[in-house]
């Protein structure tokens, strides 16, 4: 819960998270760690990629974080200004005098203030994830590309399995 204090937690791979649902086996895992506990990974580093390639990443990384902020700002904004109508509905009604009942008031202030709680929740999760803390783990750039070499590993370890099994 928020009020609780966060503990600490160890770093792990992306195939040893506990809410992982992939298909990867228990060698096949292994077979991953193994390649973790080398001193220089199979992948490439994001320090060995060219800097054309490093500042392309850069830009979807942050073309990404703009599209998720945006996301998130949508629906509290229009969700407010829907609270912000009802408001002005039931105050400035048909009949130009306010209404009887405060039902339609506590609705339009529930609607008016409460995506912005949401909104502040939501823009501090995009951003963490943007920017995580600095000693949660690996480099985050580094760690997707591992990341990635390690999926097509997998793959095509997979693919040689099957062509083996159709002979």
Not at 31 to 48: G, I
């Amino acid at each position: 819960m928020w009020w609780k204090r966060r503990q600490k937690t160890e770093w792990l791979p992306w195939y040893r998270v506990p809410g992982y649902k992939g298909k990867a086996s228990q060698a096949e895992k292994r077979q991953l760690d193994a390649f973790r506990m080398q001193e220089r990974h199979p992948a490439a580093s994001y320090s060995d990629l060219p800097e054309e390639v490093r500042s392309y990443i850069s830009r979807l990384e942050i073309e990404n974080y703009d599209f998720k902020q945006e996301r998130a700002a949508t629906g509290p904004i229009l969700t407010s200004l829907l609270g912000a109508a009802i408001l002005g509905v039931s105050h400035f009604g048909v009949h130009i005098q306010p209404r009887d009942s405060i039902w339609p008031y506590g609705l339009g202030v529930i609607l008016l203030i409460a995506p912005g709680f949401i909104y502040s929740r939501e823009w501090q999760r995009n951003a963490d994830e943007f920017l995580p803390p600095l000693h949660s783990g690996p480099n985050l750039a580094d760690e997707n590309i591992k990341q990635e070499w390690e999926l097509e590993y997998l793959t095509h370890l997979r693919q040689k399995e099957a062509s083996k099994h159709d002979l």
